[in-house]
């Protein structure tokens, strides 16, 4: 995930923002860059790869001198890992540096009105719209350019500025994404995160949403979007610097799972506008997508779950077949494709081996291949014909939760555009968006319905095995939540479609025997009924995963957990959370190596 620092004190602030660009290393980056200001000169320099070929480059900030300036570690989004892309962006007349962390979803209309304005772009960024807007909005007071400029923003970002008009002064601005003010003694900072400001200060004040600080080295000044002052007091960082990594969560799993409402509204809210799903990215003709006879999920690991997930949601809007295939299957299986097959990849990492291997495959084949990945410019974003990035940001933990999330997001929105452009959707389109708009705060929702699951891992976690059932998109989610126990907790953990129990599986249940149920797909909700009752006559204990308030589960279950009221077509994105934490609290019970299983790799390169 991109990170910002920002400097201005007495010292040389290059070598300080080197250091902090360092701590922000973790967060993962595919490039970076500094802009130093000195007297009324600002210099940028910026890089590809690792903060070290930017300390090379520079001579360690030795060769950019100057007190005052900001950093970045860019994780592209918008536009590949290059030079060009990365930050700081400068503006058309050389007096604005700017660093973005975040998202700004309407540049595109901006970027035009600003091109039809005469200003010149060098990147493919959604942030260099800010840089122009400012440049267009500054009339010799930075603070009012930038409430103007914010104020035809939508979107997340934190933002740092520096304006060769005011040397010692660096600005921040906060939207939806962290930023956070270091008080030093004659120097003062901003970070994105506090890794990079624990070497120099532990006296941070957390920016708000909506609001802007001017910092220079004496002072630190904060004010709201009327150009208000606003007062803030400090908070001292108690942490220690791995726990600050962790934004203060034990593990990376757990901040990723509670990172989920934002991965997913970055996901989703950019490709919404005027009520419908665009994907600019997706370059079918209406014609194209109504010759669709049949689409192929390929992908490996939760990425084949999340397959799972979706396929419900595009045969049911869409009426076109979906095949879920494990991408080390379809490799070998002779497939049978012709042009009127839709391929479509799914990969956190778009490194997989077999992945790519069957994408490679089908291409060859003859069909058309669309990829949903979260890492810009990886192996499989190139080798498709279309790609779709999930703007999870980086995936630290092994095992994948917003990768998983951000993934099903894309697969629902899809089947809502695809639908859309099939003419199949007249009249229910308000209704879809606003149940794809409703998902961020729903998972937000779950995170406060299971506050419980704890408890329930203490209870759980010694047990031989735990089986899930489920039933149509329950059982697809089911399939991801037992691979995540299994994962972490080393734990037997299986799934099945609940109308299958009586073949086979219902050989296993015995006294105690521990059967997560998931309850939440209200058209066939009684028939899991009946399936859990057989379970529970052979002396199962059940944990139910329903909706708040549903008697009838409330009555059989032994325990429950919880999601909101959701769309039924689109409940993988958030009834996956309490299986998520589920599965955290009974590895954490059993002292496992949570972020790095055993065996496991983020991502496997090879067959
Ligand atoms: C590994 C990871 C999983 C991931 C799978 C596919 O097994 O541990 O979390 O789902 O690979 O990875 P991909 O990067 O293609 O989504």
New binding site residues.
Partial sequence: MCGIVGFTGAQNAAPILLEGLKKLEYRGYDSAGIAVMNEQKITVQKVTGRIANLCEKTRDGLDIPGTTGIGHTRWATHGAPTEENAHPHMSNDGKFAVVHNGIIENYMSLREELIRDGYHFESETDTEVIVHLIEMFYRGDVREALIRTTNRLRGSYALGVICSEEPGKIYAVRESSPLILGIGLGENFFASDVTALVNHTRNVIYLEDGEFAELSKESIRIFDCTGQTVSRKATRILWDVQAAEKGGYEHFMLKEIMEQPGAVKATIAPRIRDGRVFFEELGLSSDEIQNIRKIIIT?????YYAGCAGKYAIEKLCRIPVVVELASELRYSDPIIDGHTLLIV???????AD?IAALKECKNRGARSLAIVNVVGSSVAKLADYTIYTWAGPEIA???TK??TTQVSVLYMLAVYLADKMGLIAGREKQLIHSLQALPRQIQQAFDLNSGIPALAKKYHGSKSIFFIGRNTDYAIALEGALKLK?ISYLHAEAYAAGELKHGTIALIEEHQPVVALCCNRSIMEKTLSNIVEVKSRGAEVLALTFRNNQKILSVADDLMFIPDVDALFSAVVEIVPLQLLAYYVARENGCDIDKPKN?????TVE
């Fill in positions: 992908a490996c690991g939760s990425a799914i990969s956190q990492s778009g490194e997989t992945t092994v095992a994948t990768g998983y994962e496991l790799a983020k991502s496997v």
